[in-house]
């Protein structure tokens, strides 16, 4: 998994290396707070975080959000994992996950009242594409869940399996 240096939802820069440190994790890419489908996943991996947990691992969250939209999901949503700014898609666009929503997307966004721009800081309106990566101590991809359909994401049986085979080694 590339490295990467993102600022969490107190400001604080949180780097990979050290998320890997103690136990391997599961890197999840988010399009922001206004989606629904983000909304459930995160809810299903707070649910499941102690088990999870109980594999030595830690759960991230990345989204293309300003560290403030960032902070306001964190203490909303009573998140008890790391949520990750990646403004401008810098660290999505490494993986190569980004896509344009293109303009009559974003017509139809902004007709919803759904701003992307004010959120991310942008006018650019690019998201990720909605990923999760489970991911050893050493760096590698134990395990990936990668789908255009923003409806799909990796079930939780399936981030488990692949931390038993994941494993912290000391």
């Known amino acids: 998994m590339p490295l990467f240096v993102l600022p969490d939802s107190a400001g604080h820069l949180v780097r990979l290396s050290s998320l890997l440190e103690d136990g391997p994790a599961v890197i999840s ?3 922001g707070h206004w989606c ?3 909304a459930i ?3 299903a991996l707070r649910q499941a975080l102690s088990e999870i947990a109980s594999h030595g691992a830690k759960v991230v969250s990345i989204m293309p959000e300003t560290q403030g939209f960032i902070s306001r999901i964190y203490a909303d949503q009573a ?3 790391t949520l990750l700014s990646d403004v ?3 660290y999505a666009l490494i993986v190569g996950l980004v896509i344009w929503l293109g303009d009559r997307v974003r017509n139809l966004y902004l007709e919803h009242g759904l701003h992307l721009d004010q959120y991310q800081g942008s006018g650019a309106w690019f998201v990720p594409i909605p990923a ?3 991911v050893g101590t050493d760096g590698r991809i134990v395990s990936r869940y990668v789908d255009p359909d923003f409806r799909t994401r990796m079930e939780i049986e399936e ?3 692949a931390l038993k085979v994941a494993k912290p080694q000391h």
């Open 29 to 31: 890419f988010n399009r």
């Open 36 to 38: 629904e489908y983000d």
């Open 41 to 43: 996943e995160l809810s």
């Open 79 to 81: 998140t008890s994992f």
């Open 88 to 90: 401008d898609n810098s």
């Open 132 to 134: 999760t990566f489970v």
């Open 159 to 161: 981030i488990l399996a």
